[in-house]
Nanobody
Framework: QLQASGGGSVQPGGSLRLSCAAS????????VGWFRQAQGKERELVAA????????YYADSLKGRFTISRDNGKSTVYLQMNSLKPDDTAVYYC??????????????????WGQGTQVTVSS
C-alpha cells in the first residue's frame, strides 16, 4: 500500500515536500515514480528514482525545481518541490515500477498506485 501526503495550497514561489510511504511490499526493491494530473490533462511522469536512489529522472520542464529522494529504511520516497508555479497545480500520485531491481527510470512504467494528494499553487 502506498500513502501519498504533503499536498496543500501555496503561493507562487513557495515550496512543498510530498511523501510517499509504503507498507506491505518489498518497497526498497522497486523504483518509484511521482506523477501528476492537472484538471483536464493527462497524467504525466514528474520524477522517478531507482530502487537504491542512485539514479533519478525528471521531466525536462521541472529540472532544477523538483528533487526526488528516498529513505528505504523508512520505506518512503519524497518529492521536494521549490519555486512552485500555478502550472504545478495538480493531483500528485506516487507509484512503484512494474518490476523490481535494476530499472531504466527514464522509461518508468507504473504498476501499483497510491492515492493522490492535491497541490494547489495560487495567489
Amino acid at each position: 500500500q502506498l500513502q501519498a501526503s504533503g499536498g496543500g495550497s501555496v503561493q507562487p514561489g513557495g515550496s512543498l515536500r510530498l511523501s510517499c510511504a509504503a507498507s506491505g511490499r518489498t518497497f526498497s526493491s522497486y523504483a518509484v515514480g511521482w506523477f501528476r494530473q492537472a484538471q483536464g490533462k493527462e497524467r504525466e511522469l514528474v520524477a522517478a528514482i531507482s530502487w537504491g536512489g542512485a539514479t533519478t529522472y525528471y521531466a525536462d520542464s521541472l529540472k532544477g525545481r523538483f528533487t526526488i529522494s528516498r529513505d528505504n529504511g523508512k520505506s518512503t520516497v519524497y518529492l521536494q518541490m521549490n519555486s512552485l508555479k500555478p502550472d504545478d497545480t495538480a493531483v500528485y500520485y506516487c507509484a512503484t515500477a512494474n518490476r523490481p531491481g535494476r530499472y531504466d527510470v527514464a522509461h518508468f512504467k507504473a504498476d501499483y498506485w497510491g492515492q493522490g494528494t492535491q497541490v494547489t499553487v495560487s495567489s
